[in-house]
């Protein structure tokens, strides 16, 4: 099993970027495909991206894409999102998880979960 561990979350101006990265303490998620999800105030858990367990296929919500980029280094059992150009409404906490199904975009699909990090945007 994976055992996730998110940081990087903060307080950032709109226009700013923020790194967050995963670990997976139990290194056991090079044979998962990985996604990040977010919650923001008052509403449900939304999909933002995720790769594949190669990292050679990656997905994104029309909402990031451009602007956020997902990334793993399997050796370092650490995903990464990157976040450039942030907005008021990306605010939210962004969990880390992983999946053993093909169906990355399904927030559903996912089986194992960080125990989230906080990003907030200031406008």
């Known amino acids: 099993q994976v055992q996730l561990v998110e940081s990087g979350g903060g307080l950032v101006q709109a226009g700013g970027s923020l790194r967050l990265s995963c670990l997976d303490t139990e290194r056991a998620f090079s044979r998962y495909a990985m996604g990040w999800i977010r919650q923001a105030p008052g509403k449900g858990r939304e999909f933002v991206a995720a790769?594949?367990?190669?990292?050679?296929?990656?997905f994104y919500a029309e909402s990031v894409k451009g602007r956020f980029t997902i990334s793993r280094d399997n050796a370092r059992i650490t995903i990464y999102l990157q976040m450039n150009n942030v907005r008021p409404e990306d605010t939210a906490v962004y969990y880390c998880?992983?999946?053993?199904?093909?169906?990355?975009?399904?927030?559903?699909?996912?089986?194992?979960w960080g125990q989230g990090t906080e990003v907030t945007v200031s406008s």
């Open positions: 998880a992983a999946t053993s199904t093909g169906v990355v975009r399904q927030v559903s699909a996912y089986d194992y």
């Open positions: 790769i594949d367990w190669s990292g050679r296929q990656t």
